[in-house]
């Protein structure tokens, strides 16, 4: 039981950090290319975030742990909004920016009332019903990243980016920005291999359904990305950013996961 355990934390961390170097080396290189902020935050950062459930989610229903994959997403969904969400609300209150939520939040209760209207009128998810929810994301990224390219970019205040950081941030050679990346996908792979094999180990050794399992540990770990991501953001005293890439890192979750 003890092996089991270490390995389930071991993978915690291989998706915390693996996580951490894929966003970073996807910045890098949109910075590279010198691609807006909001258009990094739109597709980079809250895809980035949701890697890990991606990882757990999909290894888990090639596994045969259908419990695991959804309540990894629902759990998800559960622990941005109710923690994630809760920290820099708590600490830093600040405004909400309707017109940047509008879309997002939109597309996150249409899925949510399908997903919701598919589980308990048919108690089956088909592959239909992922062609759909799949077909939401594909249009959410097109509307938010052709939005993102038409918007003017920042000339002043705190979220735009100074000489210095922008200096720094072009310091950096592209190949290493791109080893990060492909380092950070290794290790989400490698962790949620170690993160759903484990924690069915313990599941089955405690008598613990992989629903119950899916919904709490494994959905609390892969949404560590975001928490920290939060208290980040809260330091640096984008509050608003924070709950921003929430509400997109949960729609992700519905959609994609």
Known sequence: ???????????????????????????????????????????????????????????SAIGGHGDIAYGNAIGSVICNTALVAAIPIAFRPSEADRDSLKIPVLFFFTA????????????????AVGAVLLGLFLVYMFITVRKAISAPKLSSGKDAPTEETEESKESEPLYKAILKLVIGA?????????????????????????????????????SLPELVTAVTALIKGHSALSLGNIIGANLFNLVLV
């Open 186 to 222: 290794a290790c989400i792979a490698w962790g949620a291999n170690l993160l759903v094999d484990n924690g069915t180990k313990i599941a089955a050794a405690l008598g613990v359904p992989d629903s119950v399992i899916g919904l709490t540990m494994v959905a609390l770990g892969t």
């Open 112 to 127: 949510a009332v399908f997903y919701a209207a598919v589980a308990y009128l048919t108690g089956f998810f088909s592959r």
């Open 1 to 59: 039981m003890l092996v089991p355990v270490l390995l389930f934390l071991f993978g915690f961390v291989l998706l915390i950090k693996g996580g951490d170097w894929f966003v970073d080396g996807a910045v890098g290189i949109a910075h590279r290319f010198h691609l807006s902020e909001l258009l990094i935050g739109a597709t980079v950062v809250s895809i980035g975030t949701t890697l890990p459930e991606v990882m757990v989610s999909a290894t």
